[in-house]
């Protein structure tokens, strides 16, 4: 079975890879045929001596859109709010996406459909079987290719007019300047605080407008930057993201998609209302420059989505630019001479911290040692604190594990020691003073916190007890224990 879905998923890819030759032929063939009949129409019909039979006769198109773009963008091409001018504003327009994934993808998509001149898209991952319930321009014979190739060859086969540009790296405060420099507006389709904080920022000393985007579980947030795109310690520019967001969140608070888990919708509506707005600010803009100066100050307003709530767009209006911004105030000492040393700490900033490193050796074991204590006494003599989220344990758990999720775990308040009316209810009363406790959580980094927080309650009594955790966390379980564990 095994060689058979190989076989397959190699025929697949070559299926793939032959359709996205045949593409680039059509397209070159297409580019050649292309600027001889436009080189003839520009002189006119008068100089035809090299023009070819089926050429000859073709009246002179007089139209600033070629046939087949009015056929294309037919049905937004009549509404007000693009017309023609929108539409040559697109045209001329070089738009850069910074991440291809859950945003990324519908943003590019529609952005590719309504005709953009250039799109630009940036990441340096490649394409996961765990990313395609949300990331849809991806697809299953894609897993394992870059994502920004598997975007591109999708957004291609949607618009073959566009001219694309893959950057397949991340961006980083070194190459920020040379990628962003060359594009008109950013779409930050990112999912880090460490990432936005660089975007805007080289937004701000670039002048480029930012349309930000963030969406996490069932929750999301939309807000135009940067708008309009004022120099530096200019007052008439539109606020940065420092000016919203002066501080990061706190580091422990920030989880990713991976962990915090995200529902596709909601992550696609978020890139949709990115690709909208960016089309707004194009269309109504003047073309040269892209975005255009208005006459009026913007007030900016923050779009908050949830997708539980009875009233799930909410919309908050805010401030124009901070005096005392980091980034876009007067005073501002950011300079692009600086971003590019890499002096700028992103990930110091924002305080993300390498993997927790609190226990002690001895405070740890293994999950193979783990499972030897388990095959050995029954849960009733020790007992097993599954810390991770309630939805992660339900999915798959050690048997005899108890949640009790780290957050809870968190907001409890302390106990004092050697109370008799302090057992937390999660604890047995039929467990023995003795009995150890081990605490597991996902990756090996909460369920350090967690042991950390249970001496501090006092669970160890003095030192009597063994309170530890499992090293690795469900993941160390996996490859240790049970290969067939659902991870997520
Ligand atoms: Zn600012």
Not at 318 to 327: D, L, T
Request: glycine residues 8%; charged residues 20%; neutral net charge.
């Amino acid at each position: 079975m095994g060689s058979v879905s190989n076989k397959a998923e190699q025929l697949q890819r070559k299926i793939v890879q032959a359709e996205k030759e045949l593409q680039d032929l059509r397209k070159q063939l297409a580019e050649l045929e292309s600027p001889t009949l436009h080189a003839d129409v520009d002189q006119g019909l008068g100089s035809t001596s090299d023009l070819s039979e089926s050429t000859k006769d073709l009246p002179e198109w007089k139209w600033p859109l070629r046939e087949e773009e009015y056929l294309r963008y037919g049905r937004q091409l009549i509404l007000p709010t693009v017309g023609i001018k929108g539409q040559l504003n697109l045209k001329s327009t070089a738009v850069l996406i910074v991440g291809a994934g859950g945003l990324g993808c519908p943003a590019a998509a529609y952005l590719a459909g309504a005709g953009v001149g250039t799109l630009g898209i940036v990441d340096g991952d490649t394409v996961e079987m765990s990313n395609l319930h949300r990331q849809i321009a991806h697809s299953t014979s894609r897993v394992g290719m870059m994502k920004v190739d598997s975007l591109i060859e999708y957004c291609n086969g949607l618009n073959p007019e566009v001219a694309y540009a893959p950057h397949r790296e991340h961006l980083t405060p070194q190459n920020a300047e040379s990628i962003v420099s060359k594009y008109d507006l950013v779409l930050d389709c990112t999912d880090h605080p460490t990432s936005r904080y660089l975007i805007s920022d080289i937004c701000v000393l670039l002048q480029k407008t930012l349309v930000s985007a963030s969406a996490l579980r069932t929750d999301g947030q939309l807000i135009v930057l940067n708008n309009p795109p004022a120099a530096q310690g200019a007052t008439d520019g539109g606020p940065c993201y420092r000016c919203v967001f002066p501080k990061p969140p706190p580091a422990d608070s920030v989880v990713s998609c991976g962990e915090g888990g995200i529902l596709g919708p909601v992550v696609g509506v978020m890139g949709v209302l990115q690709a909208l707005e960016a089309i707004k600010l194009i269309a109504a803009g003047t073309g040269k420059p892209a975005i255009s100066i208005p006459k009026e100050p913007v007030n900016p307003s923050l779009l908050l989505f949830s997708a539980t709530s009875s009233t799930p767009f909410r919309s908050i209006r805010m401030r124009s630019r901070r005096p005392n911004c980091f980034a876009c105030s007067p005073g501002s000492t950011l300079t692009l001479k600086e971003l590019n040393s890499g002096s700028l700490d992103y990930v110091q900033f924002c305080g993300v911290t390498s993997p927790v490193n609190v226990l002690k050796p001895e405070e740890r074991i293994t999950a193979k040692e783990y499972n030897d204590i388990l095959a050995k006494q029954s849960s009733k003599k020790h007992l097993l604190l599954d810390v991770r989220e309630r939805e992660h344990f339900n999915i798959a758990s050690i048997p005899g594990a108890i949640n009790v999720p780290f957050s809870t775990l968190q907001s409890r308040n302390k106990l004092t020691p050697n109370d008799e009316n302090s057992r937390p209810e999660y604890i047995p009363e039929s467990l023995p003073d003795d009995a150890p406790i081990f605490v597991v959580c996902r990756v090996g980094n909460d369920s350090q916190l967690a042991t950390q927080r249970l001496k501090e309650m006092g669970l160890d009594g003095g030192g009597g007890r063994f309170v530890g955790d499992i090293k690795g966390g469900m993941l160390a379980w996996k490859h240790e224990v049970d290969k067939t564990l659902p991870f997520t």
